[in-house]
Nanobody
Framework: QVQLVESGGGSVQTGGSLRLSCATS????????MAWFRQAPGKEREEVAT???????TYATSVKGRFAISRDNAKNTLYLQMNSLKPEDTAMYYC????????????WGQGTQVTVSS
């Protein structure tokens, strides 16, 4: 049974930091491309950060230099360190996995809410 469970969301003020975690099980984490997505009310889902099996990373322009994605293959866990948070970062954040099927993100968590107040 595939499970992705996000945690670490919450409410912070502008300029604050949060660290999201995504604990996973039931699929080959080490061989999966992992990503963080977010979706704000009334907006399209956005791919925020991606980490490949080589540990190379990509970021949306809107978060580059402020967010850092990482993975711990020994713990099957994905992380997103978010610094210098802005109100526009407010959204539900989801982790996703391709399960080895090259960016076909077929496994999703339930999401964790991040709210940034000005």
């Amino acid at each position: 049974q595939v499970q992705l469970v996000e945690s670490g969301g919450g409410s912070v003020q502008t300029g604050g930091s949060l660290r999201l975690s995504c604990a996973t099980s039931g699929f080959d984490f080490r061989r999966s491309v992992m990503a963080w997505f977010r979706q704000a009310p009334g907006k399209e889902r956005e791919e925020v950060a991606t980490i490949y099996t080589t540990s190379s990373t990509t970021y949306a322009t809107s978060v580059k230099g402020r967010f850092a994605i990482s993975r711990d293959n020994a713990k099957n866990t994905l992380y997103l360190q978010m610094n210098s948070l802005k109100p526009e970062d407010t959204a539900m954040y989801y982790c996703a996995a391709d399960g080895g099927s090259w960016r076909d993100f077929k496994y999703w968590g339930q999401g964790t809410q991040v709210t940034v107040s000005s």
